[in-house]
């Protein structure tokens, strides 16, 4: 066991870094407030881009190879940087989520805002998101409308 694990150190998984604005397009057809924009930063990029900053902790196995179990399966269900890639009806409802999310408190996740503390989401930003979500969906909606 102990060998494995030692094995495990020299072995990581590859990290989501990508470099650029990963996030530019969703930003530019949202539009969030900029404290929306600075939460989603420290709150949702990490688990729902191509863009992760690491924790030192980062650097040990096992944990590597469970923060990128994480990250993959969260982007799998919401990808910021590729939210280009998604339909109208697909934007609407990962916006739908995000507000169900946060307004149950499932996002951000617990062990992560154990871990970064200024990721927790306040009951006023909770509002806020709710009310650019319902903002947002409109302009989704009006979309899908025929012309």
């Given at each position: 066991m102990v060998l494995i694990l030692i094995a495990m150190q020299f072995y990581s998984p590859t990290k989501n870094i990508s470099p650029g604005n990963h996030t530019q397009i969703f930003?530019?057809?949202?539009?969030p407030s900029p404290n929306l924009k600075a939460l989603f930063e420290t709150s949702c990029y990490d688990c729902h881009s191509n863009n992760t900053v690491y924790p030192?902790?980062?650097?040990?196995?096992?944990?590597?190879?469970?923060?990128?179990?994480?990250?993959?399966?969260?982007?799998?269900?919401l990808n910021f940087s590729v939210w280009q890639n998604y339909s109208?009806?697909?934007?609407?409802?990962?916006?739908?989520?995000?507000?169900?999310?946060?307004?149950?408190?499932?996002m951000?996740?617990?062990?992560?805002?154990?871990?970064?503390g200024n990721s927790k989401i306040t009951d006023k930003e909770v509002v806020e998101i709710i009310a650019w979500v319902k903002q947002t969906r409109i302009i989704y909606q009006l979309g899908k409308q025929p012309k």
């Open positions: 930003i530019k057809e949202t539009n030192w902790y980062n650097n040990i196995a096992p944990i590597s190879y469970w923060i990128d179990s994480h990250v993959k399966d969260r982007k799998k269900n109208l009806d697909k934007k609407d409802h990962l916006l739908d989520e995000i507000e169900k999310m946060v307004v149950q408190a499932e951000p996740l617990t062990e992560y805002t154990y871990l970064h």
